[in-house]
T-cell receptor
């Protein structure tokens, strides 16, 4: 069965600290996709990154970076030099691509609430 | 262009009432998803449309929940005889995929409808 685990429920850091959000997933399939979304206090989920199971290259986008390791079924997210505006709930999600007409429903983790204090 | 929009943003219903929640996806997006998000939890999949066809309704919690997308654009999620356990945020998302070349695409979410059943 598919499952996403975000073991850290809440993290609190001081501005400019680096912070890593952990994500561990379970799937029986060889073709799958991983995502990170940000949910600020306003409530709208904001797409951050999409990664397929065949691409294990790490990715960096500004202060954000992602580390995908198939050997440990992890897809961790690091924010470098955190800022107050990074305060939000962050969700990791998994999608399997079993059939073309499935569309790719997302299985979400429980989320990690990040609080960045000035 | 415009993002995904949902209406109403807030809905209070008395137990037993029927409600209808509307979603306007991003123009041209083939896929449309509905999710339910309970307080403090990650979103959970309800149903999926590819154009006007409802291809997956495995997440609908009971036969009181019904969704439609008759012209392949706007979608409505209807809940009949609402119960207190239906109180949640209902999220709509759309994506331009899937396709056989790229597989699963990222989903873009609307702001959600917060339903409170009293």
């Amino acid at each position: 069965a598919q499952k996403v685990t975000q073991a850290q429920t809440e993290i609190s850091v001081v501005e400019k600290e680096d912070v890593t959000l952990d994500c561990v997933y379970e799937t029986r399939d060889t073709t799958y996709y991983l995502f990170w979304y940000k949910q600020p206090p306003s409530g709208e989920l904001v797409f951050l990154i999409r990664r397929n199971s065949f691409d294990e290259q790490n990715e960096i986008s500004g202060r954000y970076s992602w580390n995908f390791q198939k050997s440990t079924s992890s897809f961790n997210f690091t924010i470098t030099a955190s800022q107050v505006v990074d305060s939000a709930v962050y969700f990791c999600a998994l999608s399997e691509y079993l059939f073309y007409n499935q569309g790719g429903k997302l299985i979400f983790g429980q989320g990690t609430e990040l609080s960045v204090k000035p | 262009g415009a993002g995904v929009s949902q209406s109403p943003r807030y809905k209070v219903a008395k137990r037993g009432q029927d409600v209808a929640l509307r979603c306007d996806p991003i123009s041209g997006h083939v896929s449309l998803f509905w999710y339910q998000q309970a307080l403090g939890q990650g979103p959970e999949f309800l149903t999926y449309f590819q154009n006007e066809a409802q291809l997956d309704k495995s997440g609908l919690p009971s036969d009181r929940f019904f969704a439609e997308r008759p012209e392949g654009s706007v979608s409505t999620l209807k809940i009949q005889r609402t119960q207190q356990e239906d109180s949640a945020v209902y999220l709509c998302a759309s994506s331009s995929g899937p396709d056989r070349a790229r597989g699963i695409y990222e989903q873009y979410f609307g702001p959600g409808t917060r339903l409170t059943v009293t």
